[in-house]
């Protein structure tokens, strides 16, 4: 198998992320990784996983997702930090409550700031820093932005964080488009229902894991080996992709019936 994966530091942006952190320790042997979160002081465990798996160096640092106005100013940094970045992996993001947004519009526009407008604006900073890049063998650096199922047709059931799924899909498939011949490559992750923190609090209040569930360990692996494969975008697991398909034909009347 091929490896894809171009030279430079691993990014991650969340990096209190179950995911991004299984991801980062895929990448980490022989490179340095940056741990990007909100509160960077609490990064311990996380430093300690990435060292163990042959990070040559690991860097905490501040990054608030929704500040969207610093954005810039921290991939400034960034690259004045650390250098080359080979691999930036975007795995910020919240659940919300579905119960809470219909009934609080702030908590909805709150998942929608974090969940999509501010992953437009530091993926479109991303792509800027890695187009300054020179090129290796024709690579300038990989993006991996996580999108959902959730978000290939939207329930009734969690509709706000499935909304802001559905734009980011679309966002990040133009993206790729626009990137495409620039070195640098887009991979478009689009896992089910995922068992770990995020979804812990919504486990214990009955609703039970989705058909294909995975763990964050599986999707990490598979989607780690569609960046090493040049995919531009990988279902986890694949056995969602003709489902989904299917679907996308179902009647709204009996859409709207659908459970989580």
Do not use: C
Request: glycine share 10%; net charge positive; hydrophobic share 45%.
């Amino acid at each position: 198998m091929t490896d894809r994966i171009p030279d430079g530091a691993v990014l991650l942006l969340g990096g209190r992320s179950e995911v991004g952190t299984e991801v980062a320790g895929r990448l980490a042997p022989g490179r340095d990784v940056i741990l990007a979160a909100r509160r960077p002081e609490y990064l311990d465990e996380q430093i300690t996983l990435l060292r163990d798996a042959g990070a040559t160096g690991v860097f905490p640092i501040a990054f608030d997702a929704d500040r969207t106005d610093e954005h810039a100013a921290f991939l400034a940094e960034v690259a004045d930090r650390f250098g080359r970045i080979g691999v930036a992996v975007v795995a910020f993001g919240i659940l919300g409550d579905q119960a809470r947004a219909e009934e609080d519009p702030q908590h909805a526009v709150q998942i929608a700031q974090t969940d999509y407008v501010a992953q437009v604006s530091i993926l479109l900073g991303l792509s800027k820093l890695l187009r300054a890049q020179e090129p290796r063998e024709g690579r300038r650096g990989a993006i991996v932005a996580f999108s959902s199922v959730a978000g290939v047709r939207v329930r009734k059931a969690n509709f706000v964080y499935g909304s802001t799924k559905a734009g980011l899909d679309g966002f990040v498939q133009g993206f790729a488009d626009s990137l495409h011949g620039s070195g640098v490559q887009v991979l478009l992750a689009r896992p089910g229902f995922i068992v770990g923190a995020m979804t812990r609090d919504l486990m214990a209040s009955g609703v039970a894991p989705a058909p294909f569930s995975r763990t964050a360990p599986q999707v990490a692996e598979a989607t780690v080996r569609a960046l090493r494969r040049g995919r531009r975008a990988v279902w986890i697991p694949g056995v969602l992709r003709p489902l989904y398909a299917g679907l996308r034909f179902v009647p709204q009347a009996l859409w709207r019936r659908m459970p989580r």
